[in-house]
Every structure is written in C-alpha cells, then in structure tokens.
C-alpha cells in the first residue's frame, strides 16, 4: 500500500506544477506561495482537529527553522516551474538525495582533517562516483536552458534541490522529536502564507484577473496538502528498511509524471541532452539512496 501512497503522492505534485504554470501569467511567485500556504494550512488545520492532533508545539524554533528553509526552497522551484520547462525544474528540486550524499562526502572529508576532532570515516567511492555522474546529469539537463538564456532560472532551481535536502533533514528531526506530521506540515503551511504575505509586500499584487485564472490557485494549494499527506503515509506504513528504500526512489515517478505533462500540455523541447541529463540525474539519486543506506547498516552492524 505504501507504493500507491508515494505514486499518488508524486502524481498530485507533479499536477500541482501545472496548475503553477497556468497561475504564472496572472500571479507572481509570491502571491502563488501565499495562497499555496493559506489553503494548505486550513486544510492541515481541518485534518489535525478531525484527528484530534493538538497544533501546540514544544519546538517553535526547529518549525520555524524548517519553515524558513523548506519556505525558501519552495519558492526557488515554484520560480523555476514558471520560468523553465516543467520536467526541468521538477528534476531539479528532486535533486535531495544527490545533496543529502554531498553533504555525508564533506563530513567524511572533514573527519580525515587532524583538527576536526571526529572519528575517521572511510571515504564511499562509489557514492563519490554517483555524485560526479549525478552532477553530469546536472549539466547535460541544463544545456537548453543555458541555451534559451535561462540560465538563473536554472540555478535558482538547483538551489531549491539543495535546501530541500536541507528541509528534509530539519522534518527528519521534528520527527525524533515525536512531533506528528499534521503538525509539521500545519506549520510549514503557516510559514508560507507568512513569508509569501510579506514578499508580496515588496513584490506586489498582482491585478485581479477574475475567478476563472484566480481558480487555479485553490488546486496548487488542495495538491500540494494532499501530495504531503500521501508522501507521509507512503513512510508511515513503510515498517522496514527495504520499504522504506522502495518509498524513497519511488518519489522519482513525479519526474516521468512532470516529463508527461511536458510533453503533452505545452510542447517542451528538451532535446536528447535534457532527457539523458534527467535519466542520469533519476538514476544517481536512486543509487544515492542505496548506497546511504547500505552506510547506514554497516556502521550500525559495526557498532553491535
């Protein structure tokens, strides 16, 4: 069951970037985020009341923390979602696995140094491997857009991979913790409609286009709770490390859902480059995941 989960899961993001595309010519990035927070919060703040989940937090600064991350890199995809083709900026903000690996290769590097004061770790080299060809993949994808002068789209894209890794690893905390999920994710909704409220401030808002484009603010919002919720009960029901291994490269089906929507919605042209850059990157970030996990379990069985 917890394969649907995370393939219904990836299915509603990936359609939660259409809907971003078709409210980009009517809506600014921070309005979208605005809107996107203000109805993922009350559906959030709905779902933990039927559940009886409490809203009150004993860690207001981790939330706060992994709001403003998770907050800033959902901007930078949302950005690049309406600046580049949809399988592109998907891609990259899948990206999390290649940076949580770059992350461990840089302690691992840094534990070798005679002033870091941590155990020597051995370096993964085929995790060393998977990164360099990951970030190939990186820059074979991105070649029509450096082409199409869509060059600090993308980067701002590859940023939004790299501090979802990021947020990632702060709701992994929350979560050892012992705070529920409805609430991490009520929170981060809260964090939105704050942070998109006051950019807009600064950006400004937009003239009123009417309820029919006005209306594709409310699914952007509607998928990307739904998308969270089902991602969560993906991990939830996954109870052993193979599940959960499985759960976690099966997010990458958003890449072929975004790729079909590229394709058939609006007629993206990403030539044989893009689509052997977003194979090697899709592939990478599987492998990333497997090798961080056999890590894992060796370090833990050397331990016992």
């Known amino acids: 069951m917890q394969v649907l989960w995370m393939v219904v899961g990836a299915f509603l993001f990936a359609t939660m970037g259409v809907c971003i595309k078709y409210a980009a010519p009517y809506f600014n990035t921070a309005e979208i985020v605005f809107y996107r927070g203000l109805i993922g919060m009350l559906v959030l703040w709905l779902l933990s009341a039927s559940q009886g989940v409490s809203l009150k937090t004993a860690h207001p600064w981790m939330h706060t923390w992994r709001s403003l991350v998770g907050v800033t890199a959902m901007g930078s995809w949302f950005y690049a979602i309406t600046q580049m083709p949809l399988a592109s900026a998907m891609t990259l903000n899948y990206m999390s696995s290649l940076w949580i690996a770059v992350f461990l290769l840089a302690g691992a590097l840094w534990s070798l140094h005679p002033r870091s004061g941590k155990p020597r770790q051995a370096l993964n080299i085929p995790l060393v491997i998977t990164i360099v060809v990951g970030f190939a993949g990186v820059v074979l994808m991105l070649q029509p857009s450096f082409a199409q002068e869509q060059t600090t789209a993308a980067l701002i894209g590859l940023g939004s991979g790299l501090l979802s890794a990021l947020a990632y690893m702060q709701v992994v905390?929350?979560?050892?913790?012992?705070?529920?999920?409805?609430?991490?994710?009520?929170?981060?909704?809260?964090?939105?409609?704050?942070?998109?409220?006051?950019?807009?401030?600064?950006?400004?808002?937009?003239?009123?286009?009417?309820?029919?484009?006005?209306?594709?603010?409310?699914?952007?919002?509607?998928?990307?709770?739904?998308?969270?919720l089902c991602m969560t009960k993906a991990y939830a029901n996954a109870k052993t490390p193979r599940g959960t291994l499985v759960v976690a490269n099966l997010q990458y089906s958003g890449i072929v859902f975004a790729g079909l929507y590229s394709l058939f919605l609006f007629q993206d042209q990403l030539g044989w480059e893009g689509w052997l850059g977003m194979a090697l990157i899709v592939l990478c970030g599987i492998a990333a995941t497997i090798f961080r996990a056999r890590g894992v379990a060796s370090v833990a069985a050397t331990k016992s």
């Open 173 to 228: 905390a929350l979560s050892r913790m012992g705070e529920p999920e409805s609430r991490t994710v009520f929170f981060f909704g809260l964090g939105c409609t704050v942070a998109g409220l006051v950019a807009s401030m600064f950006t400004g808002f937009s003239q009123w286009p009417g309820w029919q484009a006005a209306c594709w603010l409310i699914p952007i919002g509607l998928l990307a709770a739904g998308g969270q």
